[in-house]
């Protein structure tokens, strides 16, 4: 099992800026395939940004060229660096690690989430 556990989400002003941190278990983070995704209230939880083992990274429409993912695989660790934040950023950001063996199988784990509130 991998745990997850999320960190630095708080009250931010529209423009702020914020940094989440997912600090995860296990001596095999590197091979996981990492993400953070998000749900705000009355809505279903959507994709944000993926950074995979090899460090390739995407980026759902509206959070590109604001947020940026990374990793540092030294202390198992993955941040969302969330910049020029509206108000329709406000949502339970969760952490996601990911391992696919192809052709299907699958492992997942998902943290408990941060909140993060944008507003004046």
């Known amino acids: 099992q991998v745990q997850l556990v999320e960190s630095g989400g708080g009250l931010v002003q529209p423009g702020g800026s914020l940094r989440l941190s997912c600090a995860a278990s296990?001596?095999?983070?590197?091979?996981?395939?990492m993400g953070w995704y998000r749900q705000a209230p009355g809505k279903q939880r959507e994709l944000v940004a993926t950074i995979t083992s090899a460090e390739s990274t995407n980026y759902a429409d509206s959070m590109k060229g604001r947020f940026t993912i990374s990793r540092d695989n030294a202390q198992n660790t993955v941040y969302l660096q969330m910049n020029s934040l509206k108000p329709e950023d406000t949502a339970v950001y969760y952490c996601?690690?990911?391992?696919?063996?192809?052709?299907?199988?699958?492992?997942?784990?998902w943290g408990q989430g941060t909140q993060v509130t944008v507003s004046s």
């Open positions: 296990g001596r095999f983070f590197s091979i996981y395939n």
């Open positions: 996601n690690a990911r391992r696919t063996v192809p052709p299907s199988l699958t492992y997942e784990y």
